[in-house]
């Protein structure tokens, strides 16, 4: 599976970005989605997640009632619509994916990765 991620910019505090996350190749809709970012300096973290039916979503306590997380399987894409950027949003944001029917969890491990885009929120 190729994830391509798109949607990343700058934007002013309190503004909205809408991320994209294309999947490509074997694909079938029988997979967890997700999407990471990492700041500079840094861990990694899991912001929101996934699972193959959108039926189960995991939230950080972060962005919790800001962004919302959705998938179209017939277009093999995810999204994340993000509301009231703040500063502490700028980061590196990666989609991710992994084959499981499961509910998604914070403990989730993925197996394929796409490259980032940069958001940016100016203050």
């Known amino acids: 599976v190729q994830l391509q991620a798109s949607g990343g910019g700058l934007v002013q505090v309190g503004g909205s970005l809408r991320l994209s996350c294309a999947a490509s190749?074997?694909?079938?809709?029988?997979?967890?989605m997700a999407w990471f970012r990492q700041a500079p300096g840094k861990e990694r973290e899991l912001v929101t997640a996934?699972?193959?039916?959108?039926?189960?979503?995991y939230y950080a306590d972060s962005v919790k009632g800001r962004f919302t997380i959705s998938r179209d399987n017939a277009k093999n894409t995810m999204y994340l619509q993000m509301n009231s950027l703040k500063p502490e949003d700028t980061a590196v944001y990666y989609c991710a994916a992994k084959y499981t029917i499961l509910p998604v969890t914070s403990r989730n491990t993925y197996d394929y990765w796409g490259r980032g885009t940069q958001v940016t929120v100016s203050s």
């Open positions: 190749g074997r694909t079938s809709s029988n997979y967890a």
């Open positions: 996934i699972n193959w039916s959108g039926a189960s979503t």
